[in-house]
């Protein structure tokens, strides 16, 4: 496609998408016409096309690119040569595999009680009523299961499908009171908080959705909009603290889930999620916002490094 430059910033920017959704979702339509009101051409467009050249682009915004799960090492390929990622690569590299979650719960971050199993280590069940089990690389909970102590067979055998897949396996406990209170996501834009939304009980017992590229790419969800509590609030601020460099990210999303110690991260999502901008009238206008400061800066310091010389 034809880049159209402003001085020497080109005003087109990629939205990254999925080829089973050429025209990405209704959170990547509502950030596109944000994005022309800012004065930038959008395109959205499917990460695994070759056609693409990435690299005519101001930034490509990784959003619905949710079919990554079943070939992370193409992503992640993808991903490293792509210049002007948001969020960048060495972000996505770490956080498309949910063992992270390992890494925070060692920082103090309070995270929802979790083990990982490799697919040549045995399983070992959460000593609970009721747990899950899914992929520790996944999104949309496909691959996600619920299961009650009462069946182990069942899930020892799930556990055991997902390692033939070359999956490792992700064990939590399920934390009943998110059958009443929901799930808390909490959403930061250019590491400040936007806004959040309540996510109604997703997991039934007894229902696993497949990890298969036939299979669909995520659980309808009931969403809702949220004012989150002072805690819940303080631990996402802190989570966004500790993942945030010398930048802060583009986009991050924090799911929460109630316990009767408080809130606990369930997920960080920095790599693909959906922002649910529709639920807030200005997130879209901050994120565009965002993004257009990423790209001018850039050519501001070059242009002024240039008069230095």
């Known amino acids: 496609m034809e880049i159209r430059t402003i001085g020497q910033v080109s005003r087109s920017i ?3 998408t999925c080829a089973q959704l050429p025209d990405g979702d209704t959170d990547d339509a509502v950030l596109a016409d944000a994005l022309v009101d800012a004065g930038f051409e959008p395109a959205v467009l499917a990460w695994s096309d070759p056609a693409v050249d990435w690299a005519g682009f101001a930034a490509t915004v990784i959003r619905s690119t949710w079919d990554y799960t079943a070939r992370r090492a193409e992503f992640l390929a993808w991903a490293e040569a792509v ?3 948001h969020n960048p690569i060495e972000v996505v590299r770490g956080n498309s595999d949910k063992r992270y979650l390992a890494g925070l719960a060692a920082t103090g971050i309070p995270i929802v009680p979790t083990e990982f199993f490799a697919p040549d280590e045995p399983v070992r069940l959460p000593d609970a009523e009721e747990f899950v089990l899914k992929p520790s690389v996944g999104a ?3 691959g996600a299961g619920r299961f009650t102590a009462a069946e182990a067979d069942a899930a020892l055998a799930h556990a055991a499908g997902l390692q033939a897949a070359g999956r490792t396996v992700l064990a939590q406990p399920y934390l009943a009171e998110v059958d009443t209170a929901g799930e808390t996501a909490l959403i930061f834009i250019d590491g400040s908080f936007s806004h959040a939304i309540r996510k109604a009980p997703l997991l039934e017992p007894g229902r696993v ?3 298969g590229p036939d299979d669909h790419l995520y659980l309808p969800e009931t969403i809702t909009a949220r004012e989150p509590s002072p805690d819940e609030l303080a631990v996402a601020e802190a989570v966004v603290a500790r993942v ?5 990210l583009l986009y991050a999303r924090i799911d929460l889930l109630p316990s009767p110690d408080g809130p606990r991260v369930i997920e960080l999502e920095l790599t693909e999620p959906s922002l649910f901008l529709s639920f807030d009238e200005r997130a879209a206008t901050r994120l565009a916002g965002a993004i257009a400061n990423r790209v001018e800066q850039p050519a501001v310091e070059r242009s002024a490094a240039g008069r230095s010389g």
């Open 14 to 16: 990629a939205i990254a």
């Open 83 to 85: 210049p002007r990622l």
């Open 140 to 142: 949309g909970s496909r």
């Open 209 to 211: 959705l497949g990890i």
């Open 244 to 248: 945030s460099g010398d930048q802060p």
